[in-house]
């Protein structure tokens, strides 16, 4: 067989520089990755790592995510699977945006040029992507089909608009889901986030709740499932109504209540609404509007975070209006306070300040009272010092007296239920999904505004995608770009073909993530997002692998975008992600995140320059559990670097040949076969770290072979073969040198994972600690299958064992095959 690359000059010293570039080349010319839906013999097998954002570099932590899971992509390939390892740009988003508002490249100049960069460093690691199927989240002919999804969305009942408190980022400029607002502040610039009162699109992921709740037999960490459960926040309790004193202007007669506590229910002593409450403005009295509505003002810049802090003094105003309880019929003062949130349950929170130590300190500062309807054992009669949270039994609560509180809820939610006055109620935590966003570098929602009688109007498939017009201006003003461009705005209705305008919102950018994964199986279909055949051939994906930081937002989102697609009959099954790994952290050498005011980052490219990707790649595994992450260590790589030298060795400086068979090459050879065993079993579980240390004990095994002389030819040629097939996965370059280097066809990639020979890995002999009563006397060498009779006769005839026996017979013979033997003397 000729080549380009077999007639290159072999270079004695290991220089990755020589070699990885070229045998990439090649990778690529002759097309060793692309991977067909179907080939005969082969079952498919979806290997996916999360696409990264174009953010114009890869760091360290990329090439943390994605080495690790090109060498287990690349062991399933030599486990005989047909494997998709796919790549592509998560490319719209506010950086590009915020790029061009600071006065550099517009977003789609930015965004390109960080795709040709980013590309070209990923194809660095020397990872198995099949490029065929790139896709980038920020071209027309992906967007199309973001927009696509969307319709059918909305289509379903899924996509709605309502008015709606949102988190509103004051230096961004745009409205975040709740999951961008971390400790009150913008997830992505860190400036403040205040609550605003704004039309917005949303989907209704919480009609999938009970289902995403069921999370148990996804073969994901259970940390993971757990963050998800926690942040779905399923509650059973009663909904209960309250009447209006005073019906509200718009015929509002009453308010409900969502309370995990029925039991309570006769303790109530004051009403709260959220500031948002859209009753607020209606019931608020003349004497108490110019308070309340400077309360609901200031309560506008307060995030929900702050809100709705334990620790947090409470302020509150009343707005004039009363309600009466139905079970007991007294009056209760409706409040405003911002511990309640308008986008949680109704709005409205029933306070019962002896049971709730929040209303308990509400009810204390306003003077409000605290009567106990849930009696503590023991309970004397005497006000309480605190809220009393935990069960007891009821008193004060009319005919339901006397029950246990756990007893109380049933009958209590029951009687609501009789009366009409409410009923049982499951509420969630989760809440819709807000995908609006006031920016330019998004997907163009694809609805129009019809000035006529049509009301809001989708945009017909058939002219997809809406796309973002180029010439646009970006002004911090608080509305996307896109409305300030009349180009882009003023459109015909598709109903009535009046004047009508375009929506000027952009998508949230976690909608193109949510299902890049069904387009790379059917990349270039131009009729449909995802063609029946691909779809059924690759998804669900089998084995995903990414950051748990995304725990509760796009792996969230995309399960519920996957169950909507199922539910469309789209794709098949019901779960995206059939497992779900997620990697640790890699820290900077100072222990600390990496970052570049703590001057600790350690730029990947630099590394690779220095000391070759299949060097860099290896490291990365090595430093730890994958899950785990750490420090990076440059003494570390160092040591990685000289045993990649070392496995060069074996190749390049070849041992005499011509021994006698058995000896040190056996056992050599048996040693491959014991580290064949170790690996696979390694590889599978994802501990790539100790993988990687028993390929380094098997080098060292066979450079000490090579240096004690004459080797047997055919043993030693397997030993080295075994040696380079468990090394592509980890080091593919350096692999497929040697690999030609030794004579065996191109490609080392191409090749099947070898099985371990039991007979050869079992070990002849092993080395059995001699305890007499619990303290280690002698170590003998027996057989691994030996029996207790046999193993007691070889150590009873060991000069030490014997003299402190002494001619007495052990008491007790404690006997762990391959492991240790005690004798107990009395």
């Given amino acids: 067989m000729t080549s380009t690359t077999e007639q290159q000059p072999q270079t004695e010293r290991y220089e990755p520089g020589a070699i990885e570039q070229r045998w990439r080349q090649r990778w690529e010319e002759s097309g060793l990755y692309r991977t067909e839906d179907h080939v005969d013999g082969r079952e498919n097998w979806y290997a996916l790592t999360m696409l990264p954002y174009t953010s114009g570099d890869l760091h360290v932590g990329h090439w943390f995510a994605m080495a690790p899971s090109d060498a287990l992509a690349r062991y399933r390939r030599m486990r005989g699977y047909n494997v998709l390892f796919p790549i592509g740009f998560d490319a719209f988003g506010l950086p590009a945006e915020n790029a061009a508002i600071a006065g550099g490249a517009h977003p789609k100049d930015w965004t390109d040029g960080n795709i040709v960069h980013m590309r070209e460093q990923l194809k660095s690691m020397g990872t198995m992507f099949d490029w065929t199927r790139e896709v980038d989240t920020s071209a ?228 409000l009272p605290i009567p106990v309807v849930i009696a503590p054992p023991d309970w004397d009669g005497e006000p309480l010092a605190e809220a ?53 570098w998004g997907a163009p929602i694809p609805m129009v505004y019809c000035a006529g009688e049509c009301g809001i109007v989708p945009v017909p498939e ?128 100072d222990g600390r995140r990496m970052s570049k005011s703590r001057g600790n980052v350690v730029p990947p490219d630099d590394q690779v320059d220095e000391w070759g990707a299949d060097t860099f790649r290896a490291y990365l595994m090595f430093l730890g559990p994958w899950d785990q992450g750490g420090p990076y260590d440059v003494e570390g790589i160092v040591g990685v670097a000289r045993w990649l030298r070392r496995v060069w060795g074996l190749v390049a400086e070849p041992p005499e040949r011509g021994g006698e068979p058995g000896g040190t090459s056996r056992e050599a050879l048996r040693e491959a076969h014991r580290t064949l065993e170790r690996v696979g079993e390694d590889y599978d579980g994802f501990h790539l770290n100790t993988a990687i240390a028993a390929l380094m004990e098997l080098t060292n095994t066979l450079v000490r072979t090579r240096e ?13 073969r075994l040696l380079l097939l468990m090394l592509a996965p980890v080091c593919p370059h350096i692999a497929e040198e040697l690999w030609e280097r030794i004579g065996q066809p191109y490609s080392v990639h191409q090749q099947d994972w070898p099985d371990a020979d039991p007979s050869l890995a079992a070990l002849e002999t092993v080395e059995l600690p001699v305890q007499i009563n619990g303290r280690l006397r002698d170590r003998i060498d027996v057989s691994p299958t030996a029996t207790e009779e046999e193993v007691l006769a070889v150590a009873a005839a060991r000069p030490r064992v014997a003299e402190l026996l002494d001619g007495a017979e052990p008491a007790r013979v404690i006997y762990v095959p391959g492991r240790m033997l005690n004798l107990v003397v009395r």
């Fill in 140 to 367: 027309p002919d992906y967007y199309r089909w973001t927009q696509w999804w969307f319709l059918q969305l909305y289509r379903q009942g899924l996509a709605y608009r309502a008015d709606a408190p949102v988190n509103w980022c004051t230096s961004c400029n745009t409205v975040l889901a709740n999951e961008q607002v971390l400790d009150a502040a913008c997830e992505r610039c860190h400036s403040e986030v205040e609550q605003r009162a704004m039309e917005q699109w949303f989907f209704r992921i919480t009609n999938y709740a009970e289902e995403l709740l069921a999370n148990e037999e996804l073969e994901w960490p259970d940390f993971v499932k757990l963050m998800q459960r926690n942040w779905i926040g399923r509650s059973e309790g009663a909904e209960a109504a309250f009447a209006l004193e005073t019906p509200a202007p718009d015929g509002t007669d009453e308010i409900r209540v969502f309370t995990t506590r029925p039991d309570t229910l006769y303790g109530v002593t004051f009403m709260v609404l959220a500031p948002e409450h859209p009753l607020v403005g209606q019931i608020t009295t003349a004497e108490h509007r110019e308070e309340v509505e400077a309360y609901v003002r200031a309560a506008a810049l307060a995030s929900e975070v702050e809100r709705q802090a334990t620790d947090r003094e409470k302020t509150g105003v009343f707005t004039g209006a009363w309600c009466v309880n139905h079970l007991n019929g007294d009056r209760v003062p409706i409040w405003i306070a911002d511990y309640a949130l308008a986008t949680y349950g109704t709005g409205a929170v029933m306070a019962v300040p002896a049971h709730d130590q929040r209303d308990f300190e509400f009810a204390g500062q306003f003077g």
């Fill in 388 to 440: 009393f949270v935990e069960a007891g039994t009821m008193v004060n609560s009319g005919r339901f007296d006397g029950l246990p509180s756990e007893e109380g809820k049933a009958a209590v939610t029951a009687h609501l239920e009789e009366q009409d006055w409410g009923g049982p109620r499951i509420q969630y935590r989760l809440r819709d999904w807000l995908i609006s966003r006031q920016r330019y």
């Fill in 462 to 589: 058939d002219e997809l995608p809406v796309e973002l017009p180029y010439d646009v201006e970006f002004l911090p003003t608080g509305q996307s770009p896109l409305a300030l461009s009349e180009e882009f705005v003023r459109t015909t209705c598709p109903e009535c073909e009046g004047p009508a305008r375009r929506e000027t919102d952009t998508m949230d950018t976690f909608m193109c993530s949510s299902w890049y994964y069904m387009r790379y199986a059917d990349a270039v279909n131009a009729e449909a997002a995802i063609g029946g055949d691909p779809a059924a051939a690759w998804l669900p994906v089998d084995q995903y692998t990414g950051g748990a930081e995304h725990a509760t937002m796009h792996l969230l989102y995309a399960r519920f975008f996957y169950k909507a697609a199922r539910d469309a009959g789209i794709v098949p099954g019901d779960e995206p992600f059939t497992r779900y790994f997620a990697q640790g952290q890699i820290l900077g050498p």
């Fill in 708 to 720: 004690a002389g004459a080797v047997d030819e055919v043993d030693w040629n397997e030993s080295l």
